[in-house]
């Protein structure tokens, strides 16, 4: 695809599995994280958000889970759909900038 | 409510030319940033327009610029292409960075130089 090397991480899962995508992120100053996924061809698509007051927080078939302490966020997608297949970035708002800092992608596989 | 919309789509340049790409963001939203994204180093940002101003720009040499206008669209110019400047550049819309906003993405400009 048009949005990742051949080196990210790579998650194969089964459809109808539930997956778990992970994510670093660098500062731990930062108050807001955003999970984005990527289809080929396409520019990234908002999935869900997260505040650094919450610790987890759902949608339709997600779930981001934020643990402030060490620095992680964690993306879960229940009964993974074929459609689901793409590359998801977490990225974090660096409020002092105005911009967003994203992570390098991992590669969703949905195998049939 | 239309989404963010890139133009053009795909671009093919050859080095030493110069390049300008669009984006209109949603509507209401007077905040447009712009990444390039490439296989190697991933999404990186270039710069932030607020209010037609700049207020945050990437570590990227100064043949990239940009400008927004009044009515919030924004245009991001490179010039002398090169080889290099080859990657998808994405525009981001939000209301207002910083403020714990959404940033919503268009589909992008593939530019390929040769």
Redesign the interface.
Known sequence: G?????HLPTLSVQEGDNSIINCAYSNSAS??F?W?KQES??????II?I?SNMDKRQGQRVTVLLNKTVKHLSLQIAATQPGDSAVY?C?E?????????????TRLKVLA | KAG?T?TPRYLIKTRGQQVTLSCSPISGHR?V?W?Q?T??Q??Q?LF?Y?SETQ??K?NFPGRFSGRQFSNSRSEMNVSTLELGDSA?Y?C?SSFN????T???????T?LTVV
Do not use: H
Not at chain 1, 2 to 6: I, K, N, Q
Not at chain 1, 41 to 46: A, E, L, R, T
Not at chain 2, 97 to 100: I, K, R
């Open positions: 048009e949005s990742v090397g051949l108050d807001y955003i984005y061809g396409k520019g990234p698509q908002f958000d505040r970035f990225a708002e660096d409020a002092g900038t105005y911009k967003y800092i994203f992570g390098t992608g | 963010v890139q905040s940033s990444y994204q296989p190697g991933g999404l940002f932030e607020f207020r945050n990437g998808l994405l981001a960075p910083g403020v714990n959404e940033a919503f993405f268009g589909q992008g593939r």
